[in-house]
């Protein structure tokens, strides 16, 4: 059962009016639908922005929020009912049902766009809205201000600045209510238990899609429509590719596979990562790779907390990290000085991680005024070292090459401190080989 309220949607409308400046509207079209080939579209997901204050799920929609007016501050325009492109493409809400059950003020059929919107725009100073994400509605609104202008002389009022409705908005998104977080921990652990799947299934012999297989079947058998990415099932050297997806080959006895897989929710995304040996025991190098990486999580985790910087965790994994490589042998030198002249880059080449929400890759800012943003409960974000060393890297070892590691969770900061989403998948060595052998 969705757990999005029409409460929850007009809170989110209200804080939105109450961050806007005095005789403004925002805009915000809906997504297009997007041709795959011929006749056949791309399954339908709504623009993060417009869903986040609607709920409304269809194409060929225009959310106008008008702070202060009269017959109600939204309006929304949407597809008319037809009864025979209903037949043809399913139900659709029409401007009735968007005001019933998505709690529009006034809804208006989509046609009748161009003849509502101007007068809605004419006498407001401000316009919120986000220029250049859709070049043709870009246009379009454009047209309705310069004809406004155009009307000037016979005593129209056309807005006179543009602001970025951005600004505001993926503020607001970045920190989650109650309800985005019951449901974010939900698709966290229909995810965890989902690489649990493909933990007690991997074998050697097996395909990496075969792999990916299990865990869509267990996100749809839980409720999960979608992905939120595209998964990652790397083996052997593909565990080194930080974007592999291909997820075509067969898995090989001694190898490592990491899992970088995550289930979309009622549009909230998980984003979970797991490596393990393929035949359910670690060799002595996996083992000393992944228990370093393990480590520098933790070390990243404990300082994931309110009033820390975003770049702390980050900082505490490199620590971690470099030091074991070090201990490893993997590098050499003076650990402050391997951080100061970014050596490690050479195995760990990203970041710790990203904030998480409707979008995988998540919206709000992660600086303020050239700082790093403190972190602050409600947060959600991702906590996800690694270390990847390339199959041809010659200045390591042989034993070394192709071994690829990374363990991501999804974090929610908390007034305590922080609460791990994604908790429910093991992640100790002794854990994961015992799940495997018990499979």
Request: glycine residues 8%; proline residues 5%; negative net charge.
């Amino acid at each position: 059962m969705p757990q999005m309220t029409k409460q929850e949607f007009s809170r989110r409308r209200k804080a939105l009016i109450d961050h806007m400046e005095p005789n403004s509207i925002a805009i915000l079209p809906a997504a297009t639908e997007k041709v795959r080939n011929r006749d056949v579209h791309y399954a339908y997901r709504q623009d993060s922005d417009f869903f986040y204050l609607s709920g409304f799920p269809e194409p060929d929609a225009v959310l106008a929020i008008v702070p202060g007016r009269d017959h109600g501050e939204t309006i929304l325009f949407c597809r008319e009912k037809n009864r025979e492109r209903e037949i043809w493409d399913g139900y659709r809400v029409g401007p009735e049902g968007a005001c019933e059950e998505y709690g529009a003020d006034d809804a208006f059929p989509i046609g009748d766009l161009n003849d509502i919107l101007p007068g809605l725009l004419e006498g407001r100073e401000r316009v919120y809205y986000s220029m250049g994400r859709d070049q043709g509605f870009d246009l379009q609104v454009m047209g309705w201000v310069n004809h406004l202008r155009e009307q000037a002389r016979s005593g129209a009022i056309p807005p006179g600045e543009f602001l970025n409705l951005d600004y505001i908005l993926h503020d607001l998104r970045l920190f989650k209510s109650a309800a985005e977080v019951r449901v974010m921990r939900q698709a966290a652990e229909i995810s965890a238990e989902a690489h649990c799947a493909a933990m007690r299934l991997s074998k050697p012999g097996l395909y990496e899609y075969q792999l990916e297989a299990e865990i869509m079947h267990r996100f749809m058998q839980a409720g999960s429509r979608t992905p939120a990415y595209s998964s990652i099932v790397g083996s052997g050297a593909n565990a080194c590719i930080l974007h592999y997806t291909e997820n075509t080959r067969q898995m090989k006895d001694g190898e490592l596979v990491l899992i970088d897989a995550g289930c979309e929710l009622e549009h909230y995304a998980s984003d979970v990562t797991r490596t393990f040996p393929v035949n359910g025991k670690f060799s002595q190098e996996q083992k000393a790779v992944y228990q370093l990486v393990l480590d520098a999580q933790t070390a990243a985790l404990d300082v994931s907390r309110p009033g820390n910087h975003w770049d702390a965790p980050h900082e505490a994994s490199i620590k971690v990290i470099t030091q074991g490589l070090v201990d490893l042998g993997l590098l050499n030198g003076e650990v402050d000085a391997l951080i100061a002249n970014g050596a490690y880059k050479q195995f760990y080449m990203h970041r710790i991680g990203h904030w998480l929400g409707m979008d995988v890759h998540d919206v709000g800012d992660y600086k303020i005024d050239g700082e790093w943003r403190l972190l602050e409960p409600g947060i959600i974000m991702t906590v996800e070292p690694g270390i990847y060393i390339a199959p041809d890297d010659k200045t390591v070892a042989k034993k070394w090459r192709g071994i690829g590691v990374r363990i991501e969770d999804d974090v929610l900061i908390t007034k305590e401190g922080n609460d791990v989403l994604s908790k429910d998948v093991p992640k100790a060595i002794v854990d994961i080989e015992q799940l495997m052998r018990t499979a």
